[in-house]
C-alpha cells in the first residue's frame, strides 16, 4: 500500500528566504505526482503535476522535482512571501485506475 | 467561468440519518473524484468515477454511496452505517489520469 510522508510538519521562515518542502512515498511504481496549496477551510489549489518519466516543473517561484528511484519529490519555493503562508500537499497516483494517495501536508507560515 | 461547485457548504446529520452531498462540473471532465479530509490530516479517497455509470471504492468506502448518472454531476451519500462522518469532504475532477485534478470549495459534515 503506498504511503507518502511530508517533512516537516510545519515550517515557519522570514519573508525573502528560499525554501524545500519535501515529500517521500514508498512505491516507486507511479503514475504522477502533483503538488497542491490548501487554504484554511478551502479546497485545493493545483500547483505543479509532475509526469513519473519527468524529472521537474517549474512555475514562476515554485520548482518541484521527482526522483522516482528514490521515492522522493521536493518543492522549492523562492523570494517567499506572507501569501505563500498555506498547508502544502502533495499526492502521488497510481499506475491503474488514478487512485491519488496524499501526504498529510506541511503548514507554512511566512512572516513578513 | 468554469469549476467544481459542491453544496451545501455546511450540513448537519442526525443520528440514523442518511445526508447527500452534491458536487457538480462545468468543465466537462470525465473523472470525479469524493476524499474526506480530517483535521490536521492529507485526503483519503471515498469512491472515483472514470466515466459516466461507472465508479469504484476508493480506500474508505464503507458508510457511503455515489452515483454517476451524468458527466457533470457525482453525489456522494453519507449513509448512518458511516459512524464517524465528521470531516470535511471535497470533491475534484480531472480531464484524465495524467491530467490536474481541480477540486471544489468543500462540505463540511457535522453531527448533531
Same mark, same amino acid.
Given at each position: 500500500k503506498q504511503e507518502v510522508t511530508q517533512i516537516p510538519a510545519a515550517l515557519s521562515v522570514p519573508e525573502g528566504e528560499n525554501l524545500v518542502l519535501n515529500c517521500s512515498f514508498t512505491? !516507486?511504481?507511479?503514475y504522477n505526482l502533483q503538488w497542491f496549496r490548501q487554504d484554511p477551510g478551502k479546497g485545493l489549489t493545483s500547483l505543479l503535476l509532475i509526469q513519473s518519466s519527468q524529472r521537474e516543473q517549474t512555475s514562476g517561484r515554485l520548482n518541484a522535482s521527482l526522483d522516482k528511484s528514490s521515492g522522493r519529490s521536493t518543492l522549492y519555493i523562492a523570494a !517567499?512571501?506572507?501569501?505563500?503562508?498555506a498547508t502544502y500537499l502533495c499526492a502521488v497516483s497510481d499506475t491503474n485506475a488514478g487512485k491519488s494517495t496524499f501526504g498529510d501536508g506541511t503548514t507554512l507560515t511566512v512572516k513578513p | 467561468d468554469g469549476g467544481i461547485t459542491q453544496s451545501p457548504k455546511y450540513l448537519f446529520r442526525k443520528e440514523g440519518q442518511n445526508v447527500t452531498l452534491s458536487c457538480e462540473q462545468n468543465?466537462?471532465?470525465?473523472a470525479m473524484y469524493w476524499y474526506r479530509q480530517d483535521p490536521g490530516q492529507g485526503l483519503r479517497l471515498i469512491y472515483y468515477s472514470q466515466i459516466v455509470n461507472d465508479f469504484q471504492k476508493g480506500d474508505i468506502a464503507e458508510g457511503y454511496s455515489v452515483s454517476r448518472e451524468k458527466k457533470e454531476s457525482f453525489p456522494l451519500t453519507v449513509t448512518s452505517?458511516?459512524?464517524?462522518?465528521t470531516a470535511f469532504y471535497l470533491c475534484a475532477s480531472s480531464l484524465g489520469r495524467d491530467q490536474p485534478q481541480h477540486f471544489g470549495d468543500g462540505t463540511r459534515l457535522s453531527i448533531l
Open positions: 512505491d !516507486s511504481a507511479i !517567499s512571501q506572507p501569501g505563500d503562508s | 468543465l466537462n471532465h470525465d452505517a458511516q459512524k464517524n462522518p
